[in-house]
C-alpha cells in the first residue's frame, strides 16, 4: 500500500511569508504526526492529530498549527516565518497508540 | 533537557569493524524503538523493545533493552558501508502519541 506522501518536497520562502505543508498518510491510519528535524536540534515534536482532533502538542510557539480533515489527511501551517524555521518537516502516521509509526520523506523548507 | 541521551553523536568506521550506540534516559519508558534515517528519507522502524533485559536481532544488528527500561543499546557487528546512516533511538512520552527522538548517531562506514 502506499506510504505517507508529503507535499511540496522542497521549498523556499521568505522572512515573514506563511506556509502551509501537506500530508497524506497511509489508508486507514487515523493518527497523524509532525516533527521538525535540524541539525542543532534534531527531531522534534510538533503535535499530533487523530480523528480530527489535535491530541497531543509539543513546545513549539503558536504560529506553527495543523488541523486534520475527516479523511485524515493533514496540512501543517507556520505563519510569519523565520530564519530558524529552515528544516525538514516530517509527517508519521499510524493505526493508533502503540502501533508502528510510518515517517514520509519529509519536506524541505528554506527561509531566506 | 534531552529527555533521551544517545552516544556517541559521530562515529566512523572502516568496513568490518564492529560498534556499539547507546541511548540512555534517568526516565522509565514502556518501550523504546530504534530508527534509521537515510539522507533525504523519513526515519524507518528497525526495531522495538518493549521488556526489560529484552534482546532483539535483526541480521547484524542486535538490540537490547536495561532491565530497568532506562536505556538501550544497538550493536552492529562487521559493519558494512549500507549501514552509513543517522541512528535513532527514540520513546513515547506519557504513553501518548508523542515520541521524542535522542539526538541521533551519525555513522559512517568507510570501505
Known amino acids: 500500500k502506499a506510504g505517507v506522501t508529503q507535499t511540496p518536497r522542497y521549498l523556499i520562502k521568505t522572512r515573514g511569508q506563511q506556509v502551509t505543508l501537506s500530508c497524506s498518510p497511509i489508508s486507514g491510519h487515523r493518527s497523524v504526526s509532525w516533527y521538525q528535524q535540524t541539525p542543532g536540534q534534531g527531531l522534534q515534536f510538533l503535535f499530533e492529530y487523530f480523528s480530527e482532533t489535535q491530541r497531543n502538542k509539543g513546545n513549539f510557539p503558536g504560529r506553527f498549527s495543523g488541523r486534520q480533515f475527516s479523511n485524515s489527511r493533514s496540512e501543517m501551517n507556520v505563519s510569519t516565518l523565520e530564519l530558524g524555521d529552515s528544516a525538514l518537516y516530517l509527517c508519521?502516521?499510524?493505526?493508533?497508540?502503540?502501533?508502528?509509526?510510518?515517517f514520509g520523506e519529509g519536506s524541505w523548507l528554506t527561509v531566506v | 533537557t534531552q529527555l533521551l541521551e544517545q552516544s556517541p553523536q559521530f562515529l566512523s568506521i572502516q568496513e568490518g569493524e564492529n560498534l556499539t550506540v547507546y541511548c540512555n534516559s534517568s526516565?522509565?519508558?514502556?518501550?523504546l524503538q530504534w530508527y534509521r534515517q537515510e539522507p533525504g528519507e523519513g526515519p524507518v522502524l528497525l526495531v522495538t523493545?518493549?521488556?526489560?533485559?529484552e534482546v532483539k536481532k535483526l541480521k547484524r544488528l542486535t538490540f537490547q533493552f536495561g532491565d530497568a527500561r532506562k536505556d538501550s543499546s544497538l550493536h552492529i557487528t562487521a559493519a558494512q558501508p549500507g549501514d552509513t546512516g543517522l541512528y535513532l533511538c527514540a520513546a513515547f512520552y506519557n504513553q501518548g502519541g508523542k515520541l521524542i527522538f535522542g539526538q541521533g548517531t551519525e555513522l559512517s562506514v568507510k570501505p
Open positions: 508519521a502516521s499510524s493505526g493508533g497508540y502503540g502501533n508502528t509509526i510510518y
Open positions: 523493545v518493549v521488556t526489560g533485559g
Open positions: 526516565s522509565v519508558f514502556s518501550s
